[in-house]
């Protein structure tokens, strides 16, 4: 079982619509939990990096949330725009895990914004 | 500073068929890292490196190579392709803990073994 499970797996919106995206995790604690956006074609770029012990971090219409009780964190869209079309990817950093055990990625939602 | 880059970006490939995939990076960084992804899975990692002339296996390292003589540059090679590695590689750097091990993507290279 993958320790980063992502759900949906899939969803479509209409542009100017909100909508959640969320990540469960089996393993904690952990240094930070990121998100990535990767557009079609290209590989995944940072969004926000929260540590285990924050609980939102904003970057524009972006917001994540974690709540390491239910060891959940969720990413909110706000008036998405059709350049919000993508994948988004959930990763759990470990820092103290050697250099090829420091990530651990769910295996994303993609997200289609329509006109 | 152009990040990180990957060449090729496309490669169509017959089995058996052996070919060497560049990543370059000029941010002085010492982690490189190659995955593969492939639809509907996270990104896997096959191979990593934490310094000039280092390499370690990852999660998926079997019937692939890599090789860093420099530290810009983090090569992984296919001796003889096999249809299973069509997949997306990405190439990705990080600076260590100095830059909080941000990790950096390069734009992916597309493989198909037929």
């Known amino acids: 079982k993958n320790q980063v499970e992502q759900s949906p797996q899939s969803l479509i919106i209409l542009e100017g619509k909100n909508c959640t995206l969320q990540?469960?995790?089996?393993?904690?604690?952990?240094?930070?939990l990121r998100w990535y956006k990767q557009d079609t074609g290209r590989g995944p770029v940072s969004l926000t990096i929260?540590?285990?012990?924050?609980n939102t971090k904003s970057n524009g219409r972006y917001t994540a949330t974690l709540d390491a009780d239910t060891k959940q964190s969720s990413l909110h869209i706000t008036a998405s725009q059709l350049s919000d079309s993508a994948s988004y990817i959930c990763?759990?950093?470990?820092?103290?895990?050697?250099?090829?055990?420091?990530?651990?990625f769910g295996g994303g939602t993609r997200l289609m914004v329509k006109p | 500073n152009a990040g990180v880059t990957q060449t090729p970006k496309f490669r169509v490939l017959k089995t058996g068929q052996s070919m060497t995939l560049l990543c370059a990076q000029d941010?002085?960084?010492?982690?490189m890292y190659w995955y593969r992804q492939d639809p509907g899975m996270g990104l896997r990692l096959i191979h990593y490196?934490?310094?000039?002339?280092?390499?370690a296996k990852g999660e998926v390292p079997d019937g692939y190579n890599v090789s860093r003589l420099k530290k810009q540059n983090f090569l992984l090679g296919l001796e003889s392709a096999a249809p299973s590695q069509t997949s997306v590689y990405f190439c990705?750097?990080?600076?260590?803990?100095?830059?909080?091990?941000?990790?950096?993507f390069g734009p992916g290279t597309r493989l198909t073994v037929t």
């Open positions: 929260m540590t285990f012990s924050e």
């Open positions: 990540c469960n995790y089996t393993v904690s604690p952990f240094s930070n």
């Open positions: 490196s934490v310094g000039e002339g280092t390499t």
């Open positions: 990705a750097s990080n600076p260590g803990a100095e830059g909080g091990y941000e990790q950096y």
């Open positions: 941010m002085n960084h010492e982690y």
């Open positions: 990763v759990l950093f470990f820092m103290n895990n050697n250099a090829g055990n420091m990530l651990t």
